[in-house]
Nanobody, 115 residues
Framework: QVHFAESGGGLVQPGGSLRLSCVAS????????MGWYRQAPGKERELVAG???????YYKDFVKGRVTISRDGAKNTVYLQMNNLQPEDTAVYYCNVWPTSPYPWGQGTQVTVSS
């Protein structure tokens, strides 16, 4: 079975940074297109960033210039470096295959941006 385990979230002040990690088990991430998603309270889950199998990146406008998605095949891990975080970035962050996935969602990692 394929599973994703996210970590690295926390409480950060506006303008702060976090690096999220997503360890995949059951299959290598190196040949997948992977995405980071988020879900804020009362809202639908949405894509934040994508990384295709050729290492091309895609960012939603609301994070463009502030986040970087990357992958370490040796660790079977996908990262999301987030800088200049704002209160509206508060959400649970998840990773999964992009753009669609047959695999279950992990528990996610909570990111809270507050002063």
């Amino acid at each position: 079975q394929v599973h994703f385990a996210e970590s690295g979230g926390g409480l950060v002040q506006p303008g702060g940074s976090l690096r999220l990690s997503c360890v995949a088990s059951g299959r290598s991430v190196s040949n997948w297109a992977m995405g980071w998603y988020r879900q804020a309270p009362g809202k639908e889950r949405e894509l934040v960033a994508g990384l295709d199998s050729d290492s091309n990146t895609y960012y939603k406008d609301f994070v463009k210039g502030r986040v970087t998605i990357s992958r370490d095949g040796a660790k079977n891990t996908v990262y999301l470096q987030m800088n200049n975080l704002q209160p509206e970035d508060t959400a649970v962050y998840y990773c999964n295959v992009w753009p669609t996935s047959p695999y279950p969602w992990g528990q996610g990692t909570q990111v809270t941006v507050s002063s």
